[in-house]
């Protein structure tokens, strides 16, 4: 069976995991308190060209998502997303678990745009009766976004821009990060996405880690006690050097970004032959997922040589499906998969 | 430096990291839906002689106690506690943040006795307001207790018995599960435990893993859409494999209760090193936790060589400390410290 | 000032504090254990022509949909609701804060459809990931909805039988509801909207009270101890005689009735005038709450005699408005504001 | 039936259906923006001294415990309450519902000592692992105390200084501050204790009116977007006027004085009553409630006659019991239950 499924079905990156072993009987104190940690911290702060970040280390998309939500935005405050955005679809309602509404605005191709976003403020703000509403405090975004496209530097300067104007603060979700930088369709840095937003995270379990995500704030920020709220919600790991070790090794030798670059080489080289052979693409992305139309017979056809994910039915009966790459895909299965189109 | 700070301080046991190489590139399905998962399930159920035993894999335990608590209680529910448990004390509020009291109840030596439990629920069914009070609606208890002390098969029978007259559930807090057991001093076995409860869990964290904790319902009885809340806390696991591959490993060929029983032995030896040179003990402990009470010269004096945690100022201005094995502690680490007594 | 803001810009019928000073020296029990909520719960199920009715008194309609809502969702369900619903939009994130989604479907007229309903149900369960996904598990509309408009019987009965066949509790918001039944157009009456739904309010703020909505679950299934969460989110009212007090009266000779009829009637005469001097209706509302549009200098001509609510901006520069009568409103002032027009 | 129940079995005092009904068809905006809650806020400013005061109305005491505790708090702090506090004990869990731990400190006839408190704030941040417990950030106190006691000025501001020192605000519940004040062994008058406090609350329903506390924060430092909170837990009144014109008639000539007073004299000439006969108290309260101990023959006996609540059963078989005075109490109730002594 050829596995498209996701990037997060196999272990971790062989880097990863010597890197844990080596390090194993090392005796450190827990929490995050280790020197594993802080060194993967300083690694961060260097990539993202921040010497004031202020990095924090959780487990996973879901729980970095509602993490920062809930910290950042106060009582009366909801969240701004696309309508595709994942934190509104596919996170069990845990924003509002948390207390907070996710206000979806529609997105386009899965990105939101400045202008949606400041109508509805603008809107908001011109209603009398808006302290009845709750306000919008933060506006989220995915880089990539669910759809696997990407913003451009000057649309997030532009959100960015959007969001100081009317006291909002914005938060990219980097889950995939690694394969949106790594994209030859993507116009901005690592230091430059961190200085057009607020806070973000840098993602580990679909980037070659077992688990994890480094948050990051570029400029600091991090709200008072934030450890505090983070066990208070689960999240904090007692042996914090599980994650402080994997991104560690991630960002020694440029690993995170071989990474990337290697899921994105096998993704257009996948994208190239679908579009070859003639099949519709749901969505035009340049990075490591890619969306094709199958009709029923082709569906069937390739469900029985490989893994991929059904991704929406279509009107018309055909359906929308999902192959994803990875660090750990093999390029003899992209072959493979191509010759069975 | 010798290392007694804690059960948490290396990594895994290197039979887990094994483990984990080994199956580093077999694709498998996310979420906990995979083959590793799914062994791991079905060696919990057979060393829990519970053939039907709901088991679910978490990171820590926390996050284990804030969703057992949290999606077993009703909304109009409290949870019972000794007023030495965990969760009342250093969870940073997490039970309160999910919306439930805990009901502090006067422990000995860290335990709650059933007789406590069934006054309190007796004066409160009496009390005419009652209806103004959240109901008592599970009780928490740890075994070994924060204390390292343990309960024995009769009283575990017999809190579980006052649980079922008031209604409650019984929960046990199992994060060094493998250490109470393997105590000489503990007369249960696991599925002596098991019988006795209503849901409990097998630490992983402190007995070797790297992170997880494994959720038993022995008896059925897991929430509908567990997983669903489970995602809505940010808990949920992208590479379920990871807890599954760890918790697969402890349960290969008894090492969960190999590595409990050498850190047994360990803490035995340090105990008796204590106890020998005239130290007096602050909790009579048979676990690997021990507690021990330092004058402040001692303690000075200590602390150039060892890492260990302070426990509780004590009112003569001696202090109560805290030395822990593990799977991880060096058997000369011991004679070191004995000698420096 | 001619006063058409709202329908809660008065006191209380005169015949409600009437009662209120003939029983204010009778002493009895507080929190609802009184004889007047007794004798209203009584009338209330009377009226309904559901003996088995469970009734319970609150005092406010945010409230009142915070409490069911929040007392029947599981943790891992979310309400429906139109786009345009009250609990999406005017209250402040309430149904958020207390941790459920607020699904938003589209409605046509402030109406939500059985189509669109099963339709989005049936996605849901074909979606292979929902246990991502928080599960529908109510469905909330108004009668009258937001835009003053009416479901019919036939409706009704289509969207209770939607919600059975997916597992959902249908919940009628009252808070108009007198006007709503007493509307010509309206083609039920109180024991036929009983009779389809699970739970529903009888709104009384808006209709003649001081304060206070009577919420009944037709038959039965009022949440296991209800009053304790009432009490948990500060919603018990210490005097609960001021609550039963006042539907008492608003029971006694039909006066709920004849305080929707009265209001109805000067609606349509108010309606009839606007449309006879060629007003164009925002929507076509039979029931207290007329809407229609004004130009910029009508508005600024009537906004110098008439106090009345801005709805919503057009995009061609107009302004939807809203008049609303009640109990309070003078015939007189009807008169004085058509010949304004 | 002699009625000593509670405070709150009746309505409300004359003078305040009387006002209820002069304003009753003045056209005023919802939600308390109306002229009666401005002119209610104005003169509470006077009576506190406190010309910078702001001031929010609530229904209930729950409700106003619930708000300020909550919107006050930060997300990672508790509130300390003495062992008895109301907020610990009679409301079903709503703090903790609202996220926060109480932390429940050993009190003294109901009194919370500022010592006790210095010494558990020194304990916690002395404390190294204090980043995994919640945070003090509030001191909670009742003035009369629910066991009818009374704080000291000397008490109050050695309270507020041991706040002050650790970073905590100081709420003083006043659920029957009129009682409390108009005691002659309160020493100190509404402005001295608004001076030494950072919010409280002058209550209204059991001092007189059908529901209502107004809310002070003397100095200002009501939480930003303090309306939407209290939407957002559905405690927002439509008809705000009608807590403003209450609050307004307690506030004209003096009325919430002279029912204080009145409920004193009442009270006291029943205390004196029982100790002259023998009775022994259970608490020496020298306001509106009034704790006396009764053998069981005795509450037999009494019971058949007057309606009082059982307070507590204590050890020997006796019970302790309580008699309230109200606005509503008449003085030949006092005589006759005295003769039936």
Redesign the interface.
């Known amino acids: 069976?050829l596995?498209f499924?996701?990037d997060?079905?196999?272990?971790?990156h062989?880097r990863i995991?010597e890197r844990?072993?080596e390090?194993?009987?090392?005796?450190?104190?827990?929490y995050g308190d280790d020197c594993f940690t802080a060194s993967a911290r300083e690694k961060l702060r260097a990539e993202c060209g921040a010497p004031d970040a202020e990095v924090y280390f959780l487990?996973?998309?879901?729980?970095?998502?509602?993490?920062v939500i809930?910290?950042l935005l106060?009582?009366?405050q909801?969240v701004i997303a696309a309508d595709t955005g994942h934190i509104g679809?596919?996170?069990?309602?845990?924003?509002?678990?948390?207390?907070?509404?996710?206000i979806?605005l529609p997105g386009r191709d899965g990105k939101l745009s400045a202008g949606t976003v400041a109508d509805y403020c603008r809107g908001f703000y011109?209603d009398?009766?808006h302290?009845?509403?709750?306000?919008p405090g933060m506006v989220y975004i995915s880089q990539p976004t669910e759809l696997g496209t990407l913003y451009t530097k000057a649309e997030l300067e532009e959100l960015h821009r959007v969001c100081g104007d009317f006291g909002m603060k914005l938060f990219i979700d980097g889950a995939r990060l690694g394969y949106g930088l790594m994209s030859p369709a993507c116009d901005m840095t690592l230091p430059e996405l961190a200085d057009r937003c607020d806070v973000f995270y840098v993602g580990g379990?679909?980037v070659g880690a077992?688990?994890g995500e480094a948050l990051v704030f570029p400029r600091g920020g991090m709200p008072?006690?934030f450890?505090?709220?983070v066990?208070?919600?689960?999240?904090?790991?007692?042996?914090g050097?599980?994650l402080g070790?994997q991104f560690d090794a991630l960002f020694t030798d440029g690993l995170y970004w071989e990474i990337g670059r290697r899921a994105i080489d096998l993704a257009m080289r996948l994208k190239a032959g679908f579009v070859e052979k003639g099949y519709p693409l749901f969505a035009d992305s340049p990075t490591n997922q890619q969306f094709v139309i199958l009709t029923e017979e082709q569906l069937r056809h390739l469900r029985q040589h490989a893994?991929f994910e059904?991704w929406a039915?279509l009107p018309d009966g055909r359906t929308a499906v999902r192959f994803v790459t990875s660090w750990?895909t093999r390029p003899e299965d992209i072959d493979t998969l191509l010759r069975l189109l």
């Open positions: 069976m596995y499924l996701s997060y079905t196999e272990g971790a062989p995991l844990l072993a390090t194993n009987l090392i005796s450190q104190p827990g487990t996973g998309g879901t729980q970095a998502n509602l993490t809930s910290t106060q009582r009366w909801a679809v596919h996170e069990a309602g845990a924003i509002e678990y948390s207390g907070h509404k996710v979806a011109a009398e009766t302290e009845h509403m709750p306000f379990t679909k077992l688990c008072a006690h450890a505090t709220m066990k208070q919600q689960g999240a904090m790991v007692a042996k050097r599980l070790v893994a059904t039915p750990a």
